[in-house]
């Protein structure tokens, strides 16, 4: 039996309305990561580091004496606008990482265009900031973030809500540890 296009409306309605609802409960939750969840909310790394307490990268471990700095990171939740020291943290490391592949692309790199994409009013982030390791202004150093956004699933017919993830950085010191998996465990969760 097909349903009649009043039917096929009200459905169509209330879908549109559940997402919504949710949408708006996503975006207006001030912490996503609920107790259930501290199981994942914590890293242990080891960091490489070169003899003099120096950050290395790996490309240079060959030339330099190396040591395992074995530490536990918190991942947090934070939500657009950041303070300007973590926005800063996070425009840098997408900086380190992407400039040379976005300067070679068609588009180039536009870091103010990528400023306002991380200052969205519902910009979401999970950050890796390592307490121990400071930078010169006493701050702990970012190691890693994801930009994700509770989005629909299509602009035109939307049928569900998701979390959309823009983008995810890890720096050179973070790499290969396994935050980027963590990150991307937590937001699957979520």
Same mark, same amino acid.
């Given at each position: ?128 900031? /390592?307490?121990?390791?400071?930078? /010169? ?16 699933? /299509?602009? /035109? ?34």
């Amino acid at each position: 039996m097909s349903k009649s296009k009043k039917q096929l409306r009200k459905e169509a309605t209330l879908l549109v309305n559940r997402i919504r609802r949710n949408l708006q409960h996503a975006n207006e939750c001030k912490q996503p990561l609920s107790s259930s969840l501290s199981a994942f909310t914590s890293i242990q790394v080891n960091l490489q580091r070169g003899e003099g307490g120096k950050d290395e990268s790996a490309s240079s471990a060959t030339s330099t004496a190396m040591k395992n700095d074995a530490r536990n990171l918190e991942i947090e939740f934070s939500k657009s606008p950041l303070p300007d020291n973590l926005l800063n943290s996070c425009l840098n490391l997408f900086q380190e990482n992407m400039s040379e592949m976005y300067k070679k692309s068609s588009w180039g790199l536009n870091m103010k265009e990528k400023e306002d994409e991380l200052t969205h009013e519902n910009a979401r982030y999970l950050l890796v900031v /390592d307490g121990e390791n400071k930078d /010169d202004k006493g701050r702990g150093l970012l190691l890693a973030f994801a930009h994700f956004r509770f989005e629909v699933d /299509d602009d /035109d017919q939307p049928t569900q809500e998701v979390l959309y993830l823009y983008e995810i950085q890890i720096s050179q010191l973070g790499q290969r540890n396994g935050i980027g998996k963590r990150l991307m465990q937590i937001m699957e969760i979520m």
